[in-house]
């Protein structure tokens, strides 16, 4: 049974970085690309990037300079960093698995609210 | 980048209506086109992917269509539970963009 769950914390402060986990099973790392989406509360779903099976990655230029994706295949684990956060990041961040360019499995997704 | 344009933002459909929601692509991505819908405090999920393929336990009353730069979803008679957001997702180039979103309710 395929699964994805993210994890990291619910708050982070202005200017400090966000690190999320996301742990998959029923499926290898090194088989699958899995992206992370991320969605502002009551507005629409920003693609942030993607670790593919054979650990390359890719970003969305609009947040390359402060966002890395990595990951440990021994733990089926995908991570999320992203620096220097601001307000307008607050919201819900999801991991999701690539089925040939379109995403059938989804992690439940994890509230990030960027506040002092 | 992509732009996906969804129409209309809203819709309020009657039980047993059919609607359709609409997805104009910046640029041509041939059949490279996927529909989602979510419900409040839920993850997306996939219902149609290569603009018209059903995915697995998705009711047949939902149906996508087009290629090239114009899309459409049709749910052909809506039902309680089909109130939702929806969203499509070009899947041709990087960055993978989304449609602003379709959200959708029962008169």
């Known amino acids: 049974q395929v699964q994805l769950k993210e994890s990291g914390p619910g708050l982070v402060q202005p200017s400090q970085t966000l690190s999320l986990t996301c742990t998959v099973s029923g499926f290898s790392l090194t088989s699958y690309n899995v992206h992370w989406v991320r969605q502002p509360p009551g507005k629409g779903l920003e693609w942030m990037g993607r670790?593919?099976?054979?650990?390359?990655?890719s970003y969305n230029s609009a947040l390359k300079s402060r966002l890395s994706i990595s990951r440990d295949t021994s733990k089926n684990q995908v991570f999320l960093k992203m620096n220097s956060l601001q307000t307008d990041d607050t919201g819900t961040y999801y991991c999701?698995?690539?089925?040939?360019?379109?995403?059938?499995?989804w992690g439940q997704g994890t509230l990030v609210t960027v506040s002092s | 980048d992509i732009q996906m344009t969804q129409s209309p933002p809203s819709l309020s459909a009657s039980l047993g209506e059919t609607i359709s929601i609409e997805c104009l692509a910046s640029e041509g991505i041939y059949s490279n086109l996927a529909w989602y819908q979510q419900k409040p405090g839920k993850s997306p999920q996939l219902l149609i992917y290569g603009a018209s393929s059903l995915q697995d336990g998705v009711p047949s009353r939902f149906s996508g269509s087009g290629s090239g730069t114009q899309f459409s979803l049709k749910i052909s008679s809506m039902q309680p539970e089909d109130e939702a957001d929806y969203f499509c997702q070009q899947s041709y180039k990087f960055p993978r963009t989304f449609g602003g979103g379709t959200k959708l309710e029962l008169k």
């Open positions: 670790m593919r099976y054979n650990g390359d990655t």
């Open positions: 999701t698995r690539d089925d040939y360019g379109w995403f059938a499995y």
